[in-house]
């Protein structure tokens, strides 16, 4: 049933999510995280994964579970993610010295929440200025961008950017940031 809906509504990644939800994270693993992380994580994003799910159903492929790394993101939960909305990453040329700082930059103080295939990725940032914040990230050009709401060009938050996929999703809403993917 739900391949069939994802064939009608022609929402991208839908055959691979199949609209399940994953289970919600236990206590004793997201208190494991939280030490790692040295702090709480955005609230928004805590209740989901605490009460909703940790996983599943959403943008591309799909919510990835917390502490999700793909092939050659090492993630450095102990630091702050550096960029924010009024100062991006926007990124440098493959393989340059300013692509492999960035990178390691990147990588600070954040999660990785979907998977857009072809190096890209939607990050949670989970420290610093930007915390609680959806961005878009290429790890080939170490790019990384605030996804913004369409109508108050604002960053969005966790709950926004679900919310943002979910009116996609029904067809009662036009494409959001990089919801089409890119490959």
Known sequence: MAEAAARAWGVPGAEWHRYDLSRPIGRFALA???????????????????????????PIHGLLPLAFEPLYIEVDYSADF?????????????????????????????TVVTDEGCCRYNILVLRGPAAGQVWWYW??????????????????????????WLTRAAGDGKPIGSFEGFC
């Open 82 to 110: 550096p960029f924010s909305a009024d100062h991006p990453c926007l990124g440098a040329e493959e393989e340059s010295p300013e692509c492999e700082r960035d990178t390691l930059l990147i990588s600070q103080g954040m």
């Open 139 to 164: 790890s080939e050009r170490a790019m990384a961008l605030p996804i913004r709401h369409p109508e108050t060009g604002a960053p969005v938050t966790f709950l926004d950017w679900y919310d943002l």
């Open 32 to 58: 494991a995280f939280e030490k790692r992380l040295g702090g709480r994580l955005p609230e928004e994003y805590r209740q989901w994964i605490t009460t909703v799910a940790d996983g599943g159903a959403g």
